[in-house]
């Protein structure tokens, strides 16, 4: 089994940062691709970013510019730096890995408000 514990989530203004991490622990021989999704209230879970194992990244349009993912392998932990946040990006973030199967974190909510 495969553990993923996500952290860094809280209240921040609008213009405001917050740094994600979600580290996996567990049976882990080497882990795939990683990244986020994001569930705002009402709405479907959503594709934020994703990065390889090579740390080739991707991003959805609407965080081009604002959002960055990196990966420390050695550490089985992803991160996500959100700059320039905006009420809009309010959702639980989940970060996932693919060892073999996917596996998923629990969330951590990320609120952007004034």
């Known amino acids: 089994q495969v553990q993923l514990v996500e952290s860094g989530g809280g209240l921040v203004q609008p213009g405001g940062s917050l740094r994600l991490s979600c580290a996996a622990s567990?049976?882990?021989?080497?882990?795939?691709?990683m990244g986020w999704y994001r569930q705002a209230p009402g709405k479907q879970r959503e594709l934020v970013a994703t990065?390889?194992?090579?740390?080739?990244?991707n991003y959805t349009d609407f965080v081009k510019g604002r959002f960055t993912i990196s990966r420390d392998n050695a550490k089985n932990t992803v991160y996500l730096q959100l700059n320039s946040l905006k009420p809009e990006d309010t959702a639980v973030y989940y970060c996932?890995?693919?060892?073999?199967?996917?596996?998923w974190g629990r969330g951590t909510q990320v609120t952007v408000s004034a």
């Open positions: 996932y890995a693919v060892v073999r199967l996917y596996y």
């Open positions: 990065i390889t194992s090579g740390g080739t990244t």
């Open positions: 567990g049976r882990i021989f080497s882990i795939n691709a």
